[in-house]
C-alpha cells in the first residue's frame, strides 16, 4: 500500500509539474507591440501552426546573422563634434546642399527631398538603425524560442550602445541633423531617434533571460531617464515639440512611449491628450487630407509616414485609456479620415500631389492592415479586401490578429 500510495504522490508531482511549465509566464512589458498577440503567437509557434511557420523561419534566419551585427557605438565615427565628446550623437541635415553660388559652398542651401549624400560622411543615424533592428529581431526570436544565444547578442549590443562607458551614447542630441554653415544641430534631427521605441519593447521582451539583468535594466531606465528629460528641457527638444507636421508627431510618440517605460504614466497621458487638439486638430483637415505633409516634395510618403506615427500615438493611448482611434473633432477631422482620405490612392488612383520618384501605393497597406482591428464597418472591410495579403514571411503575421 506504501509503495502504491508513493507512487500516485509521483504521478501527481508529474502532472503538476507538467502543469506548471506549460503554464505562460508574464505578459511582456512592451507598448507599441500588443503582449496579447505575443502570448498568442508564442503559443501558436509551440502548437505548431502551419500559418506562421515561414514568418517565423524568416525570423529566426535574420535572427542568426544578427548574431554576428555589431557592437555598434556612435562613439566609432571619424568626426568629432563640437563638444569634443565622440560620445554624443551627430549627423547632417540630408535636404542641405553646398551653395553652386559661394566658392566654399557655405551656407548650405535646401533642396527638399534630394538627399546629400556628404551625410554618410557621419554614421551615426545608420549606426544606430542597424542597432535597433538587430536588438530587436534578436529579442523577438529570443521571447519565441527561448534560446539564451539571442539574448546574450541583443544585452551586448545593448550594453555597449547604452551602458559601457566608453561606447555608450550620451543622452541627448545636441549636434542632429547640423546645416553647415548655419548651425551644428537642431530640433528637426529628433526625428532620427524615433526607432529607440523599439529598443524599449524589446528589452521589455528580454526580461527573464539570464543575459539581461535587472542592473541592465536599470541602467537602460536610467538612459532613457535622461534623455526624456533631454527632450523636456533642451530648446532642440521644445523646438520639435512645437513642430506642427511629423516631426512634432513623432516628438510625441517618444515621449509618450518614453514616459510609459519609466512609470511616468500621468505624462505619457497628457502628451497624448493634447494630442486630440495639437496633433490630429491642426495637422488634419475634415476630409483627411494632411496640408503639412503634401506641401512637401515627397507628399505621399510623408502623408504615409505621419499617420503611421498618428496611429503609433492611438496604439500607445491605449495603455492609458485616451481612444486615439476614434477621435475626431467637431467638423470630422481624425485618423480614420486621414486614412480614408489616402486608401483610394493605395487602391490605383493617380496621385496628384508631389512626389519626387516613385510613390509605391504599397506604403499604405500594412497601416491598412494594423485599422482593421480598429475599424469595422463593411466600408472599410472591402477595401482591405483589395489590399493584397502580406507575405508568408512577413514579420507582422507574428505580431498582429489580423494578417
Not at 500621468?266 to 491628450?273: C, G, K, T, V, Y
Request: with cysteine; hydrophobic share 35%.
Amino acid at each position: 500500500m506504501k509503495s502504491k500510495h508513493i507512487s500516485v504522490v509521483l504521478l501527481l508531482l508529474i502532472i503538476a509539474g507538467t502543469s506548471i511549465a506549460a503554464t505562460p509566464g508574464p505578459s511582456p512589458r512592451v507598448f507599441l507591440l500588443n503582449s496579447k498577440t505575443l502570448e498568442s503567437t508564442k503559443q501558436r509557434i509551440r502548437n505548431g501552426d502551419p500559418k506562421l511557420a515561414p514568418a517565423f523561419e524568416k525570423l529566426k534566419q535574420d535572427a542568426k546573422k544578427a548574431l554576428t551585427a555589431g557592437p555598434f557605438s556612435v562613439a566609432t565615427k571619424e568626426v568629432t563634434p563640437p563638444s569634443g565628446d565622440k560620445r554624443d550623437y551627430m549627423s547632417l541635415a540630408p535636404y542641405f546642399w553646398p551653395d553652386p553660388a559661394k566658392p566654399n559652398g557655405l551656407p548650405y542651401i535646401r533642396k527638399d527631398g534630394e538627399r546629400n549624400p556628404e551625410i554618410e560622411k557621419i554614421d551615426n543615424h545608420r549606426v544606430k538603425d542597424q542597432m535597433e533592428a538587430a536588438v530587436e529581431t534578436l529579442a523577438l526570436a529570443y521571447y519565441f524560442t527561448e534560446d539564451e544565444a539571442y539574448a546574450e547578442r541583443a544585452a551586448q549590443l545593448l550594453r555597449a550602445f547604452f551602458l559601457e562607458p566608453q561606447t555608450r551614447m550620451n543622452p541627448n542630441l545636441e549636434f542632429a541633423q547640423g546645416i553647415p554653415g548655419i548651425n551644428t544641430g537642431r530640433g528637426i534631427g529628433l526625428i532620427e531617434t524615433r526607432g529607440l521605441t523599439r529598443v524599449i519593447d524589446a528589452s521589455g521582451l528580454l526580461a527573464g533571460s539570464k543575459a539581461w539583468s535587472t542592473i541592465d535594466q536599470k541602467g537602460l531606465e536610467d538612459w532613457y531617464s535622461k534623455f526624456l528629460q533631454w527632450m523636456l528641457d533642451s530648446k532642440n527638444g521644445r523646438d520639435e515639440s512645437a513642430a506642427k507636421n511629423n516631426h512634432g508627431t513623432y516628438y510625441d510618440v517618444q515621449v509618450a512611449s518614453f514616459a510609459l517605460f519609466l512609470g511616468k504614466n500621468d505624462l505619457a497621458r497628457n502628451i497624448l491628450l493634447t494630442a486630440r487638439t495639437k496633433r490630429i486638430a491642426t495637422q488634419l483637415e475634415p476630409d483627411g487630407r494632411q496640408p503639412f505633409e503634401l506641401a512637401r516634395t515627397r507628399g505621399w510618403g510623408y502623408s504615409c509616414g505621419n499617420l503611421d506615427g498618428l496611429m503609433l500615438l492611438a496604439r500607445l493611448g491605449e495603455s492609458v485609456q485616451v481612444d486615439l482611434w476614434n477621435y475626431k473633432t467637431a467638423d470630422g477631422r481624425s485618423i480614420r479620415k486621414a486614412l480614408d482620405f489616402l486608401v483610394p490612392f493605395a487602391l490605383g488612383k493617380k496621385w496628384t500631389y508631389q512626389q519626387l520618384g516613385e510613390w509605391p501605393p504599397q506604403q499604405l497597406y500594412p497601416l491598412m492592415r494594423r485599422a482593421a482591428s480598429h475599424y469595422k464597418d463593411a466600408t472599410f472591410k472591402n477595401d482591405l479586401g483589395k489590399v493584397p495579403p502580406a507575405s508568408e514571411t512577413d514579420r507582422n503575421n507574428l505580431l498582429s490578429d489580423e494578417l
